[in-house]
T-cell receptor, first 111, second 110 residues
Framework: DMKVTQMPRYLIKRMGENVLLECGQDMSHETMYWYRQDPGLGLQLIYISYDVDSNSEGDIPKGYRVSRKKREHFSLILDSAKTNQTSVYFC??????????FGKGTRLTVV | GEQVEQLPSILRVQEGSSASINCTYENSASNYFPWYKQEPGENPKLIIDIRSNMERKQTQGLIVLLDKKAKRFSLHITDTQPGDSAMYFCAVTNTGKLTFGDGTVLTVKP
């Protein structure tokens, strides 16, 4: 059973704190993604990773950075979190850059 | 980047009737068009997709149509049930970057 695992599922941080969101997949997929979803809206692509240390900006990369040191792990980092980064963050992976499988999401609140 | 317009944003239908959602895109090189269903508090799940070499695809009460000339594709849900109530997203990809529409909230009234 293919699985994308996100940790933590819920997180509350103060403005200015650093935030680390972790994502893992057990399918050896090359491509992984980070999206954010705001209430009632679609998913916006933050970063895409084509493999280890091969990352590319998505549509809204500002305020975020990513790290992929192993194929099965893809981290999203917020240095000095802002209140407008309160959102639900979805990690996803794809074996072929076509079919995309999403994790359960991390609900981040920045206060 | 790619832009995807999805309409309508809200759709209410009677149980047993059909529901249609339409999406348009800009990049004629886009070659894969998935549809996702997202229930409250859950992650988006792929329900049906179509590739650019097809015009129509059908599976389990879902029909997808693709008009490449018009850069338009649509999802049709036949014989809707209350369990079909959810948010639906269309998406478009080429080169692996998946761009989503803003979603349609479908409510099926019993």
């Amino acid at each position: 059973d293919m699985k994308v695992t996100q940790m933590p599922r819920y997180l509350i941080k103060r403005m200015g704190e650093n935030v680390l969101l972790e994502c893992g997949q057990d399918m050896s997929h090359e491509t992984m993604y980070w999206y954010r979803q705001d209430p009632g809206l679609g998913l916006q692509l933050i970063y895409i990773s084509y493999d280890v240390d091969s990352n590319s900006e998505g549509d809204i990369p500002k305020g975020y950075r990513v790290s992929r040191k192993k194929r099965e792990h893809f981290s999203l980092i917020l240095d000095s979190a802002k209140t407008n980064q309160t959102s639900v963050y979805f990690c996803a992976s794809s074996p072929d850059r076509v079919g995309v499988f999403f994790g359960k999401g991390t609900r981040l609140t920045v206060v | 980047g790619e832009q995807v317009e999805q309409l309508p944003s809200i759709l209410r239908v009677q149980e047993g009737s059909s529901a249609s959602i339409n999406c348009t895109y800009e990049n004629s090189a886009s070659n894969y068009f998935p549809w996702y269903k997202q229930e409250p508090g859950e992650n988006p799940k792929l329900i049906i997709d179509i590739r650019s070499n097809m015009e129509r695809k059908q599976t389990q009460g879902l029909i997808v149509l693709l008009d490449k000339k018009a850069k338009r594709f649509s999802l049709h849900i036949t014989d809707t049930q209350p369990g079909d109530s959810a948010m639906y997203f269309c998406a478009v990809t080429n080169t692996g970057k998946l761009t989503f529409g803003d979603g349609t909230v479908l409510t099926v009234k019993p």
